[in-house]
């Protein structure tokens, strides 16, 4: 089970996310995933260079723990010599440990398919990392009627 996040929770107001606090930004190894249990969510956290990363740790094609995969900067073949690849270290990407499918750190997008991994908004604040979370969801069901009504 991973460590639990330090919930310490602000909200921005009606409508905004939740906002929890990570740990000091020392914490967090340069290009390794950290994984962390963030308000009932599993989530991974990634550091590459000055900036911060974080996913939810399920892979959209088949379910696998994806932030256990491989980090990596991306691959690409060179733009005036398509035989010869290159590496673009301001791309990373993590690869799924079950079928080596590769998702872009940025935005979750996948580079095989449609799919995309769920991402949160994470930031170093005041030498803290801090991701915010979606609110909490309204439950939609109704009071149970009066006896006699």
């Known amino acids: 089970m991973p460590p639990e996040a330090q919930a310490s929770r602000a909200s921005a107001g009606r409508g905004a996310g939740v906002h929890v606090e990570l740990g000091a930004v020392d914490e967090f190894t340069d290009r390794k995933m950290r994984i962390l249990e963030v ?19 399920v892979c959209p094609h088949i379910g696998a723990r994806v932030c256990t995969g491989a980090v990596r900067p991306v691959i690409k073949a060179d733009r005036d010599n398509p035989w ?20 872009e ?14 991402t949160y908004p994470v930031s170093a604040v005041g030498g803290r990392v801090v991701v915010e979370l979606p609110p909490p969801r309204r439950s939609r069901r109704t009071p149970p009627a009066e006896a006699g009504a």
């Open 84 to 103: 010869k690849l290159v590496v673009d270290d301001e791309r990373p990407v993590i690869i799924c440990p079950w079928h080596r499918w590769p998702f």
């Open 39 to 57: 308000e009932g969510r599993e989530l991974g956290i990634l550091r590459w260079g000055d900036s911060f990363y974080a996913f939810r740790n």
């Open 105 to 118: 750190v940025r935005d979750g997008r996948s580079l095989i398919d449609r799919l995309r991994l769920k």
